[in-house]
């Protein structure tokens, strides 16, 4: 909270903050604290392993699926009710989840644990979309400082709930942690529902509402996307693959704990940072520091087997300090990056727009702790855990080189806008020149008609005649006032100051320009 600047914020934004802080800690405990317990009741109903762990996935792939919809029919639905319907059904379904150990029939319990899952993902959904949205549109000067901020706690959230969960468990048995947890939630729905402000009514512009096709159009928006379901990938990778790379080691499951915590401590104590640099810099240049971190903590977790350095344990703590600091870089960096580049491509700056994009954010995320821990599986049983990190190593590759590709361009257009602006410059400064001279030698006035604009020209183009043919014409004293500033160099210094300075011409006939 120290990272905040508390002077610039009114009551009803600090309000918002600090609801939504506890709310993103409440709902990260609630939705990942059944980890330590649910496998091992899961097995006692007679499931096997392959069929509890989808439990865990349809979560990560129902919020991919649903969240874009959510995003897109923000406006339509309310910023307030989507993430309030959102706490709610999180809250009811936990609830409702910590009565299902009184099922005995194992397909019936792995049915309904499914079924409630889903309808799980789905509130989760809401309430990230809404609530992410709402601080595009309360602060939207400081987008990725608050996303940042929010990250952090339900992190913190993520780490503490399991935890949590364990200890309830063990206090009160299988439905003491769902029915605690989700009784907060329940409550935190009602509170939010009272405290939070109401968005007013949008006018709703079919022909200018944007739409997911739209926002995928725009390269940097994809590329932020990537980057963050890389990261999210790299995550889901440690969580399925880093237990068995560490069992050599014979470590405590305590201190197993303590290494899982290590990068998301390090992801909420720099996402803050990460938020404030984003709102001050390009925030491509935090996804490539972050890119850089991940693939070099992965590089030194395995070691990759062609370097030469023994596995061991400050090695890997150091890797995870590194996965932890870019994780944080990646995914505050990419919500700040698509949020500003969709307004930049001319999306309208709006709730339709917040939504979109944090909806959008929230389903490559989930895409990515999806794909992550299921190929991770996949590659650890196939070539075990220092190759298998290789997957990481070379996605985030791919975002250093594209990266690298778009800022070489955006440079290349740059240099080209600059070049030509200072062309169309010179051009400009050189027009300019041409009619202040017209202006100096008294012709080019608005007067002027395109007859005498002609003569000027064949006048100057027959400038060898002789001054004294052009004085044969009976024009007025103050006309031959004008010639005589505008041809000086034509004429012998006496005469033409013998012309612009007569007194007679001068003074008794007055200029007609």
């Given at each position: 909270m120290g990272c905040l600047p508390e002077n610039n914020f009114s009551r009803q934004q600090w309000l918002v903050i600090v609801t939504f802080i506890v709310v993103n800690f409440c709902n990260a405990m609630c939705v990942s604290m059944q980890a330590p317990f649910y496998p091992h009741e899961a097995e006692k109903k007679g499931?096997?392993?392959?069929?509890?762990?989808?439990?865990?996935?349809?979560?990560?792939?129902?919020v991919f699926l649903v969240s874009p919809i959510i995003g897109a029919n923000l406006n339509r639905l309310g910023m307030k009710t989507t993430l309030n319907v959102g706490i709610a059904t999180v809250g009811v379904t936990s609830i409702l989840f910590g009565l299902l150990d009184r099922?005995?029939?194992?397909?019936?319990?792995?049915?309904?644990?499914?079924?409630?899952?889903?309808?799980?993902?789905?509130?989760?959904?809401?309430?990230?979309?809404?609530?992410?949205?709402?601080?595009?549109?309360?602060?939207?000067?400081?987008?990725?400082?608050m996303f940042a901020v929010l990250e952090t706690f339900f992190g913190i959230g993520m780490i503490v709930g399991p935890t949590v969960g364990g200890a309830l468990y063990e206090l009160g048995g299988f439905t003491l942690p769902f029915v605690t947890l989700g009784s907060v939630l329940v409550c935190a729905a009602i509170f939010t529902s009272l405290v939070l402000p109401n968005a007013p009514p949008a006018i709703e512009d079919s022909t200018n509402k944007p739409s997911i096709a739209q926002a995928l159009k725009v390269p940097s928006i994809v590329l932020a996307s990537y980057s963050v379901s890389c990261a999210a990938a790299s995550l889901g990778f440690l969580q399925a693959t880093l237990e068995p790379h560490l069992r050599e080691f014979e470590l405590s499951p305590l201190l197993i704990g303590c290494?899982?915590?290590?990068?998301?401590?390090?992801?909420?104590?720099?996402?803050?940072?990460?938020?404030?640099?984003?709102?001050?810099?390009?925030?491509?240049?935090?996804?490539?520091?972050?890119?850089?971190?991940?693939?070099?903590?992965?590089?030194?977790?395995?070691?990759?087997?062609?370097?030469?350095?023994?596995?061991?344990?400050?090695?890997?703590?150091?890797?995870?300090?590194?996965?932890?600091i870019g994780l944080g870089a990646q995914v505050v960096s990419g919500f700040a990056d698509a949020h500003r580049q969709a307004i930049a491509a001319g999306l309208p700056d709006n709730v339709d727009t917040y939504g979109l994009i944090s909806g959008l954010w929230t389903s490559v995320f989930a895409l990515g702790a999806f794909i992550g821990p299921t190929v991770a599986g996949i590659l650890f049983d196939a070539i075990h855990f220092p190759?298998?990190?290789?997957?990481?190593?070379?996605?985030?590759?791919?975002?250093?080189?594209?990266?690298?590709?778009?800022?070489?361009?955006?440079?290349?257009?740059?240099?080209?806008?600059?070049?030509?602006?200072?062309?169309?410059?010179?051009?400009?400064?050189?027009?300019?020149?041409?009619?202040?001279?017209?202006?100096?030698?008294?012709?080019?006035?608005?007067?002027?008609?395109?007859?005498?604009?002609?003569?000027?020209?064949?006048?100057?183009?027959?400038?060898?005649?002789?001054?004294?043919?052009?004085?044969?014409?009976?024009?007025?004293?103050?006309?031959?006032?004008?010639?005589?500033?505008?041809?000086?160099?034509?004429?012998?210094?006496?005469?033409?100051?013998s012309y612009s300075c007569s007194p007679n011409p001068c003074d008794s006939h007055p200029s007609v320009s």
């Open positions: 499931c096997v392993p392959s069929e509890y762990g989808l439990v865990f996935g349809i979560f990560e792939l129902t099922i005995n029939d194992g397909k019936v319990f792995l049915g309904l644990s499914f079924a409630l899952r889903i309808i799980e993902a789905c509130g989760n959904s809401g309430f990230l979309t809404g609530s992410f949205s709402m601080i595009a549109k309360e602060f939207p000067d400081k987008v990725a400082t290494l899982f915590v290590i990068s998301g401590a390090c992801y909420g104590v720099s996402a803050p940072i990460w938020g404030i640099f984003c709102d001050r810099k390009p925030p491509k240049i935090a996804s490539f520091v972050g890119a850089l971190f991940i693939g070099g903590g992965f590089v030194f977790m395995g070691p990759l087997p062609f370097i030469p350095i023994k596995k061991s344990i400050p090695l890997i703590v150091g890797a995870l300090l590194l996965h932890g190759l298998a990190t290789l997957f990481v190593i070379i996605a985030e590759a791919l975002v250093i080189v594209f990266i690298t590709i778009f800022v070489a361009v955006d440079m290349l257009r740059a240099r080209s806008a600059r070049n030509q602006a200072i062309a169309s410059t010179s051009a400009d400064e050189e027009t300019s020149t041409l009619l202040d001279q017209d202006g100096e030698s008294g012709y080019g006035s608005v007067n002027d008609t395109a007859q005498q604009r002609r003569e000027r020209m064949r006048s100057r183009n027959t400038r060898t005649r002789k001054y004294s043919e052009v004085l044969s014409t009976s024009m007025a004293g103050s006309v031959a006032r004008s010639v005589s500033m505008a041809y000086p160099q034509f004429m012998m210094p006496g005469v033409a100051n």
